[in-house]
């Protein structure tokens, strides 16, 4: 009895001394994974407390077209950060709001450029023109692009469209990254000391208590290998929110004066045009009721004529003495003249 239970004694130390050993070296490797990446190069103090709010970077840039150039600097700024330290773990995203002239070719342009840097549309949202309705079509895509040929895709969009608005946002996530490694390598250590307890153990209270442990690091290592994928997957793929307007006029600005006003000029033109155009498609457009109206207003024309005519001979005859009045008032005037001659 004293042999079992100074084995059962014995067995229980061993336990506890492999979980104890596991949890310190859980927290060794949490501290060393987090640490080690930036004992070189970030030894931020001014950046701390964004670091602990969630490692924010944010670089948004909301512009017109004709800002293009201060863009261009915003994002060699985001480039050179990292190209600085590639061991960032930055997720990016970039929003366009472009117009074009040639919808659909702009739409066989773009699966195009998708198909060519190995990207994909995860969403795509279209509103075209209804039956017996005017309007121009428009389109929302949300579209995955490597992180490497960002840049280039970029540049793509701008020359084949024009560019209305444009925003960008870079995350930093390194540091949840590293946290989750770290974690999952724990969890990999853990889960190795429990199962060589399992293999060791005799007593089913015991192989009972470890499988319970063993599905909970299990648990937690899926956990965290699921985000450690989705992290993967938003710093390789660039999310790219893409807006497209069909427009008959684009937007093109310029900064000279002689630009602007000659871009003032040919707008001015354009909507005197336009809206000629719109009369005219409305007025000819709607030949059936002018003609419609055109008879009704005969008809009316002619009907009042009929009455008009119908009154002015009504008049005409009361007016006309009859006959019989005529008669005696002859009468009466013979009668008033042979008076007269007797007298």
């Known amino acids: 009895m004293r042999e079992g239970k100074a084995r059962k004694t014995k067995f229980v130390l061993i336990a506890l001394l492999l979980t104890l050993l596991a949890g310190c070296g859980k927290n060794s490797d949490s501290t060393d994974g987090a640490a080690a990446p930036y004992s070189k190069n970030y030894a931020f103090q001014d950046q701390q407390s964004q670091t602990e709010t969630g490692d924010m970077k944010t670089t948004e840039k909301s512009s017109a077209a004709h800002e293009g150039d201060s863009q261009n600097s915003k994002t060699q700024s985001v480039d050179s950060l990292e190209a600085s330290d590639p061991q960032r773990k930055l997720v990016k995203r970039q929003t366009y709001e472009v117009q074009t002239k040639e919808y659909d070719k702009f739409r066989k342009l773009l699966s195009e450029l998708i198909d060519s840097y190995a990207g994909y549309v995860e969403l795509s949202d279209e509103s075209g023109q209804a039956y017996e309705e005017t309007g121009n079509r428009y389109a929302s895509y949300t579209i995955r692009v490597p992180a490497e040929h960002l840049n280039e895709f970029k540049d793509k969009i ?100 002689a630009g602007r006003l000659k871009e003032r000029f040919s707008d001015n033109l354009y909507h005197i045009k336009s809206g000629f155009t719109l009369f005219t498609v409305w007025f000819l457009g709607a030949a059936p009721y002018w003609l419609l109206l055109a008879a009704a207003a005969v008809i009316f024309v002619w009907i009042m004529k009929k009455v008009k005519r119908r009154d002015s001979f009504r008049n005409t005859d009361d007016t006309r003495p009859s006959d019989e009045t005529k008669t005696k008032r002859e009468t009466e005037t013979e009668k008033k003249e042979s008076s007269q001659n007797h007298e």
Do not use: G, P
């Open 158 to 257: 701008n020359k084949e469209a024009i560019v209305v608005n444009f925003s960008e946002q870079v995350e930093d996530v390194t540091l949840h990254y590293v946290d989750t490694e770290s974690h999952i390598k724990a969890l990999k250590t853990e889960q190795e000391s429990l199962m060589e307890l399992l293999s060791k153990a005799d007593k089913l209270e015991d192989i009972m208590a470890i499988q319970t442990q063993l599905t909970q690091v299990r648990y937690e290592l899926e956990n965290y290998e699921s985000q450690l994928r989705t992290y993967d997957n938003s710093i390789e793929y660039a999310t790219v929110i893409l807006r497209v307007s069909e427009v008959e006029h684009a937007v093109k600005t310029s900064s000279s004066f």
